[in-house]
């Protein structure tokens, strides 16, 4: 796959962002960073695994992971200060950054599947989506943090930025497991995201 050929189509429909005003703007805009931030993880990923000789199972534990999900809070960062967003819209956007880098990480993995079955590599995209939305999701405490930054928040930030690493990595390692440890990879990601939706109703019963 010609890099150069890649981002010259997703850099083309970018454009149509300075046609649109408001959410569906910046809602936009977080798809395509999405997009962009995966190829150019994809191309970090790459020379950090040569740098240091992983097999490609190495480097899909130990580098993949923190460097996608630190490319995705630096990408967050960015619209949190540029737009200056409220806590009410940064859901929207983690599910847009999350969205377009699986997106990006779909078609890379499809160009790579080779013959596979379709139900198999539309699971492995599908559940890959889920887990990037989830871990964008995440990454949303870190950024929150960021608004009352104070000395002693910033080890929260990293520490969020650690967990959602650490999420990432199991992920990668239980689907490449195969077997039950694959099904349960690929169940993961949908139980992180049923919790983020019931955790606010579950607070507020305590409060209650």
């Known amino acids: 796959m010609r890099s150069d050929l890649l981002l010259a189509c997703i850099s083309g429909p970018l454009l149509a962002v300075f046609l649109l005003k408001g959410k569906a703007r910046w809602l936009l805009a977080a798809i395509f960073g999405g997009m962009l931030a995966a190829f150019f993880a994809g191309s970090i990923s790459g020379f950090l695994a040569g740098l240091v000789s992983y097999d490609a199972m190495a480097a899909v534990l130990y580098i993949s992971p923190a460097v996608e999900e630190g490319l995705k809070l630096i990408l967050f960062l960015l ?13 929207d956007v983690a599910v ?24 198999a590599l539309f699971a492995r995209a599908f559940c890959s ?43 990668n390692l239980m689907v490449s497991a195969g077997g039950a440890g694959e099904v349960l990879g690929y169940f993961l990601p949908a ?16 409060v209650r």
């Not at 619209?79 to 859901?91: G, K, R, S, T």
């Open 96 to 119: 847009g950054i999350g969205v377009g880098f699986a997106m990006m990480e779909s078609i890379a993995l499809q160009y790579a599947a080779g013959s596979v079955w379709a139900m």
């Open 79 to 91: 619209f949190f200060f540029v737009c200056q967003l409220e806590d009410a819209a940064l859901p």
């Open 129 to 171: 989506a889920l887990i990037h939305v989830a871990c964008a999701l995440m990454l949303i405490l870190a950024v929150r943090m960021v608004r009352r930054m104070a000395l002693g928040n910033l080890s929260g930030i990293l520490g969020i930025y650690a967990v959602t690493v650490t999420v990432h990595a199991l992920y």
């Open 191 to 206: 139980v992180l995201i049923a919790a983020w939706k019931l955790w606010p109703a579950v607070r507020k019963g305590d």
